[in-house]
């Protein structure tokens, strides 16, 4: 099972390229999934000492105050041979066989970050180191917590520092290494209380007492190495490190290894614990815990990569397609988009989707209650009737029939239904651009290009509107046809008048009795509700034809000639996009990979087990 913690080196140091840390963001991240090592300490705890025990070389940087100001991911690869490197992630072709270097590398990484005014920041530093002399086991180094702040830095480091390790720390993932020296009252840990916060129970914990062989004579540690003063889950385990005087020595660590086994096998308080103490037991015990926990956490890995994996793929088809870089892409993208809009607004008028259902509320509600409240009684009132029929006989009184009074009735009349004529187009008309705009926001593309949907918007309306004047002209033709042309049939079909239409010895202002006068009033109205009948169906299929069926078969037809005259520019500049979406674009795309990635590697390390 180790390449379970080689598979997690791997897909950490995946993680960290993708700016995802452990950082708060937008979904859950693999990091905080993957289980971890993170070292816990206050200042002058021993924690850089013991780290360098467990790896066996000088690597850390050293110094007074905040030494270690971002976190340091410590990637430990056991090798059967040959010598022993380090590398960074942000250097992956330097090999640092000079431990020295890599030392000072990882104090001016850190200034690279944060500068030089001793802050801190989350973003870590990956350092593998390859060697014969090491387990399979990565540790998190984190900031000694302290309670003061040095010259240079604000006065909230001691809380940020914090923050910092608790946000490693409260991940149900994290084993912490607490690192306490026995030379201080373990109540008063920093590591301690930290760690019984976030995990009370002491269930994720790992003790490690250090500086043992620097207690007070008379004094020892055997209470908490055995469980008795501070209980948790693992045994504790003690060190020796080297001492200052050993550092500055240059004192080998394979000697120092040694000198710590012979100490505890030594001492006769520790003797019986001889067998768990020393730093290469705790090392071994690490790496044989992390293997464990990796090895659990294997199908709640699998699950939450295939749920992102999905997440991922759905929010990527949300935003769209990068663009494309030649012109001949660009046009294709841009017509592929139009025909889709294009496609989902024919669907609204044929029902697939709805809306162009109003359309015929137009015609079978709006337009014949239109007609219905045409008043054509103040038409046709006496006084109208008698004055029209009087006037349109001139100085002769007619000997039929009063056939230009009928003319001159019929035609005011009509006239009239010009108004629900042009209303109903009017209506089809915002019908037809409200269904642009549903059309619009329904196709997803184009929300990824704004400047596309407010130019293909426009070209649309524009479309509308000449097609609206065309049918105007048409709809209302119909209604000067019936005007222009009376039905003979109609008329002939009526009973003949026996007085002749009047009394010619009356005076010119009263030669028509009511009687008679009614009668045309009727006779009128009889023609005009005929008339109101016929046009109640020929206008609907006028306004259909000029408008709901030309929208379907040549809305964009503009549009697509002058979109085939631009040029590469033109055609880029309807396909500006926002940067951020772009940006957001990238980033989802390169985490799917990465948790693609790691599906299918997971996937075989757990058919291996």
Known sequence: MENLIQLVNKIQRACTALGDHGDESAMPTLWDALPSIAVVGGQSSGKSSVLESIVGKDFLPRGSGIVTRRPLVLQLHKTDEGREYAEFMHLPKKKFTDFAAARQEIADETDRETGRSRGISSVPIHMSIYSPHVVNLTLVDLPGLTKVAVEGQPDSIVQDIEN???????????????????????????????????????????????????????????????????????????????????????????????????????????????????????????????????????????????KTIMELETELNRIGKPIAADTGGKLYTIMEICRTFDQIFKDHLDGIRPGGEKIYQVFDNQFPAALKRLQFDKYLSMDNVRKLITEADGYQPHLIAPEQGYRRLIESCLVSIRGPAEAAVDAVHGILKDLIQKSMSETMELKQYPTLKVELGSAAVDSLERMREESKKATLLLVDMECGYLTVEFFRKLPQDAEKGGNPTQSLFDRYNDSYLRRIATTVLSYVNMVCGSLRHTIPKSVVYCQVREAKRSLLDRFFTELGKKEGKQLASLLNEDPAVMQRRTSLARRLELYRSAQSEIEAVAWDK
């Open 164 to 306: 910092m390790v608790r946000s490693f720390i409260e991940k149900p993932n994290c084993i912490i290494l607490a690192i306490s020296p026995a030379n201080q009252d373990l109540a008063t840990s920093d590591a301690i209380k930290i760690s019984r916060e976030v995990d009370p129970k002491g269930e994720r914990t790992f003790g490690v007492l250090t500086k043992i062989d620097l207690m007070d004579k008379g004094t020892d540690a055997v209470e908490i190495l055995e469980g008795k003063s501070y209980k948790l889950n693992f045994p504790w385990i003690g060190v020796v490190n080297r001492s200052q005087a050993d550092i500055n020595k240059n004192v080998d660590m394979i000697a120092a290894r040694q000198r710590e086994n012979e100490y505890f096998a030594n001492s006769p308080e520790y003797r019986h614990l001889a067998s768990r103490m020393g730093s290469v037991h705790l090392a071994k015990v690490l790496s044989k815990h992390l293997e464990t926990v990796i090895k659990s956490r294997i199908p709640g890995l699998q699950s939450l990569i295939n």
